[in-house]
């Protein structure tokens, strides 16, 4: 850094000569000044993400990826608006869990539990638990199988193993601050498909036409795989994960009491929050049109229509993108499941331990919040139990994806009644335009969740 105080002492004890080279010296440093001004835009745009940007990468898991890639291989560019359509409803989704979480200093299912029957929230966050651990076991496959594709010399057990542990031990022995952190830069590896994307040889402009023009075939699988995408974009566990890290960035500040949490929002406060939040929402629907735009551009292109799983996939896209894209597409499950799966784990925990009124909060030790560490251990251990024996990961995804279906409209209807009460948000309560996609994003919702559990038996 400049200082200024020395540079006038030099000034006033130097010769002539020394004079002009000093004022060199100064006329260097101003520049210095002025070309990291975008890098200090930049450093603080990026100090004001945090819950929203991990929110957001957490919903493009393995999982969620496999999802993107069956979109691109069986039906090429033609589902791409799918990527700009859900985005403004994550957002507004997310964006009413976020405030919600900083208005009333409390999680999701602590208002709910408030307002309205413990017997509904406890079935609820019941059925959550089983969805999210079936997701866990699905995505600890994926991030195993995804690993062998570039260390095969290890057993797919190890690898489950290993990532639950990991997983585990960085939300049970970390500091919630460290913890943070780590989440943060774990977002990069989405970046992955967007090398993948740039490797292929990609229609750009028929790309971008589908993007914007809606295209549709009303066929049944093609139904069930919109649904599935919404379901995968907009998963009640974001809206559990959103509302309690926003309280858990309050405590971190110092606000320990649900009072001092009230009283304590400023309009910076929610206005960087938007930022966090909707950046976080495209940075996941950007990633998701990279898979889909890979995808058609390769497997669909080939003739390969099928896609399983997300290691399915790089395995399919490496003879016509490469080991180049082959390895980024392997690199991004391995690291979209180390950010998703402690997520899903701790989702969980939220809604549960809120639900029964138990101590919960990733900045507690072990020793002082058992029952919320308790719970995410317990999927952890499902979720390895599950690969061990073997379960088709596919079954487990549709299981989920029906528990998904039933949950997320009932906790959507919450959302929306709670953030537009005004005794709860008071002047923080949801505008009559937030208000109204609310209440369509619910609609949505529960049409693609009824839609999807009739699809399986029909």
Request: proline share 3%; net charge neutral; aromatic share 14%.
């Amino acid at each position: 850094m400049f200082n200024s105080k020395k540079a006038t002492e030099e000034i006033f004890e130097a010769p002539a000569e020394a004079l002009e080279k000093t004022i060199e010296e100064i006329e260097k440093e101003e520049k210095k000044i002025i070309n990291k001004k975008p890098f200090k835009l930049a450093e603080e745009y990026f100090n004001t993400l945090g819950p929203g940007l991990t929110t957001g990468a957490a919903d493009d898991d393995p999982s969620g990826i496999a999802t993107y890639s069956q979109t691109g291989a069986q039906y090429g560019f033609q589902l791409l608006w799918l990527s700009l359509f859900t985005f403004p409803l994550m957002a507004i989704v997310q964006e009413m869990c976020a405030r919600i979480g900083i208005v009333t200093g409390q999680g999701l299912a602590s208002n709910i539990r408030r307002s309205y029957s413990r017997k509904i929230l406890q079935f609820i966050t019941i059925l959550l638990f089983c969805a999210n651990t079936l997701n866990i076991a699905a995505d600890l496959g994926a991030m195993s199988a995804g690993t062998r594709l570039l260390l095969p010399h290890f057993s797919f057990e190890f690898f489950v193993i290993l990532f639950a542990v990991v997983s585990l031990s960085l939300q049970i022995f970390t500091t919630y601050a460290r913890y943070a952190k780590i989440l943060k830069y774990l977002t990069l590896a989405l970046f992955s498909y967007v090398f993948t994307a740039f490797a292929v040889n990609m229609d750009w402009g028929a790309a971008f036409t589908h993007t914007i023009i809606p295209s549709l075939t009303f066929s049944k699988d093609q139904i069930f795989l919109l649904c599935a995408i919404l379901g995968t974009t907009i998963s009640p566990y974001l809206f559990f994960w959103q509302t309690s890290q926003e309280v858990e960035e309050k405590i971190l500040k110092g606000e320990s009491t649900i009072s001092e949490r009230q009283n304590d929002v400023t309009p910076k406060e929610l206005k960087d929050m938007r930022t966090d939040v909707w950046s976080g929402m495209f940075f996941s629907n950007l990633i998701m049109f990279f898979i889909v735009a890979a995808c058609a551009a390769t497997l669909n292109a080939h003739g390969i229509t099928n896609i399983a799983t997300a290691s399915d996939a790089a395995l399919a896209i490496r003879p016509f993108g490469g080991e180049f894209t082959y390895f980024f597409f392997a690199l991004g499950i391995i690291g979209t499941g180390l950010l998703a799966v402690p997520i899903l784990a701790g989702s969980t925990a939220y809604a549960i331990s809120e639900s029964f009124g138990w101590k919960q909060g990733l900045y507690y030790k072990l020793k002082q919040a058992r029952a919320f560490y308790g719970v995410i251990i317990v999927s952890m251990a499902i979720g390895i139990i599950a690969n061990l024996i073997h379960l088709d990961p596919i079954k487990m995804l549709i299981y989920s994806a029906v528990a998904n279906g039933l949950v997320a409209p009932v906790i959507l209807f919450f959302i929306t009644k709670i953030s537009s009460d005004e005794h709860v948000m008071g002047d923080k309560k949801n505008n009559s335009v937030i208000k109204f996609f609310g209440w369509f994003i619910t609609g949505i919702m529960t049409i693609a969740g009824i839609a999807a559990i009739a699809s399986m038996f029909f």
